[in-house]
């Protein structure tokens, strides 16, 4: 069967964050996948309406963290996260890089050929900064695992409507914009989703880092 005509599942952890409701609605309406199983710590609340007809259709299927996982699992695409001031430091480690390695191993246990992760620009498992140093141990943790193509989004700050108002990255969008270099510039979150979608159809392999250059590429219709 040719690959644009597999019946794939996609699993998506962190559906209701920035990033994670606009990939949510993305992966509904891509024909790529028979079916979306979203893995939450709860049941869906204020869903879109393109999510709430997906629902009643079948085509999403919502799933808590303590029920079983997806039997069949062919793309991950992860956006969770939190923050040191609503979480701690320990529960930001706990979802931040904890929660997002052992999804993405269950995805691969379940079958899956790809992982698409929302990251960090500035992750490194040697940062100074705790955030960074995190988000670096996340990706060398699901680094680790065997599969064949695994994509870390490492976008700088971002844009969009959220449940809670951060000043400070509210600010940092006002700066952050051209002439200032690509990678640094702030881009909304709905592009980082767009990507990961575009990206996932692409059929790479191998380990890939993508920053604000790539992000705007695969918008863009670019092939890499």
Not at 22 to 43: E, G, N, P
Not at 121 to 134: D, E, H, L, V
Request: glycine share 10%.
């Amino acid at each position: 069967m040719p690959a644009d005509q597999q019946r794939n599942v996609a699993v998506l952890a962190g559906a209701t964050g920035l990033i994670g409701a606009h990939l949510l609605d993305f992966l509904i309406a891509s024909d790529k996948y028979t079916q979306v199983v979203v893995v939450a710590r709860r049941k869906p609340t204020g869903l879109s309406v393109t999510a709430q007809e997906a629902l009643s259709t079948g085509l999403l299927r919502w799933s808590t963290f303590d029920q079983s996982f997806p039997e069949q699992v062919d793309h991950f695409f992860c956006a969770l996260g939190t923050t040191q001031k609503v979480s701690g430091k320990s529960g930001l480690a706990a979802v931040d890089r904890d929660l997002v390695i052992d999804l993405a191993g269950k995805s691969v246990a379940a079958g899956a050929r790809l992982l698409s992760i929302v990251s960090a620009t500035g992750a490194n498992t040697g940062s100074m900064f705790f955030y960074n140093r995190i988000k670096g141990e996340m990706e060398q943790g699901c680094g680790r695992l065997s599969v064949p193509c695994i994509q870390f989004w490492q976008p700088s700050v971002l844009l969009g409507e959220r449940d809670d108002f951060r000043l400070a990255e509210t600010l940092a969008g006002l700066v952050l914009r051209p002439p200032l270099p690509k990678n640094i510039q702030a881009r909304k979150g709905a592009a980082v989703a767009s990507a990961m979608v575009v990206a996932a159809g692409q059929d790479l392999t191998g380990l890939h880092r993508f920053k604000v250059r790539e992000i705007d590429m695969f918008n863009s219709g670019e092939i890499l």
